[in-house]
């Protein structure tokens, strides 16, 4: 399974865009990433997902280099409410693997 | 509507007993899941169920025994609990073949054991 290293916090200030960077120097061929955002007595829900390149909607912006052994979750503009720990996944569980989350990155905004 | 609904949300209780937390999900998703978060935030995979069949059983002692009457339930029953039990159990579900790896979690069960 690969295994993903991120920070382990991060703190900002509202409105300054936030880049987190996971490594994930094992991913495999069938491999996506996938982003959770975790809130204080909630479950993770899902950000977003990519497999190579770029992807954006909403709430976020996912970059993945060529080597696909990192990625980088971007999130423009912070407020108070993106406070929360975010997970990096890699796996797929579409081939029966089961996805690891690892420590996660404590972002914090702050004011 | 609660897409992913698990009961109860605080539970406190005794060495020695025996609980269960029930999971209801309405998504129609075909793969159940439960997880535990330590205190140290770790979040870990339990067991993964495919349409009530078991898939994924990873090492958890055989205190805890899962169960699917039907593929929108998920119970999980602990026997005999013990203090390092306490933590909160997250039930999620998922379908396989759309949108990979999205999980839809639970809002938690906390346990705590004393």
């Known amino acids: 399974l690969a295994k993903t290293t991120q920070p382990i916090s991060m703190d900002s200030y509202e409105g300054q865009e936030v880049n987190i960077t996971c490594s994930h120097n094992?991913?495999?061929?069938?491999?996506?990433i996938t982003w959770y955002q975790q809130f204080p007595s909630q479950g993770p829900r899902f950000i977003i997902q990519?497999?190579?390149t770029k992807v954006t909607n909403e709430v976020a912006s996912l970059f993945i280099p060529a080597d696909r052994k990192s990625s980088t979750l971007s999130l423009p503009r912070v407020s108070l409410s993106d406070t929360a720990v975010y997970y990096c996944?890699?796996?797929?569980?579409?081939?029966?693997?089961?996805?690891?989350f690892g420590a996660g990155t404590i972002l914090r905004v702050k004011s | 509507d609660t897409a992913v609904s698990q009961t109860p949300k605080y539970l406190v209780t005794q060495m020695g007993n025996d609980k269960s937390i029930k999971c209801e999900q309405n998504?129609?998703?075909?793969?159940m899941y439960w997880y535990k978060q330590d205190s140290k935030k770790f979040l870990k995979i339990m067991f993964s169920?495919?349409?009530?069949?078991?898939?994924i059983n990873e090492t958890v002692p055989n205190r805890f025994s899962p169960k699917s009457p039907d593929k929108a339930h998920l119970n999980l029953h602990i026997n005999s609990l013990e203090l390092g039990d306490s933590a909160v159990y997250f039930c999620?579900?998922?379908?396989?073949?759309?949108?990979?790896?999205?999980?839809?979690f639970g809002e938690g069960s906390w346990l705590t054991v004393v």
């Open positions: 999620a579900s998922s379908q396989l073949g759309v949108r990979r790896n999205t999980i839809y």
């Open positions: 094992n991913i495999a061929t069938n491999d996506y």
């Open positions: 990519g497999y190579k």
């Open positions: 996944l890699v796996g797929d569980e579409e081939y029966g693997n089961k996805l690891v």
């Open positions: 998504l129609g998703h075909d793969t």
């Open positions: 169920y495919n349409n009530k069949e078991l898939i």
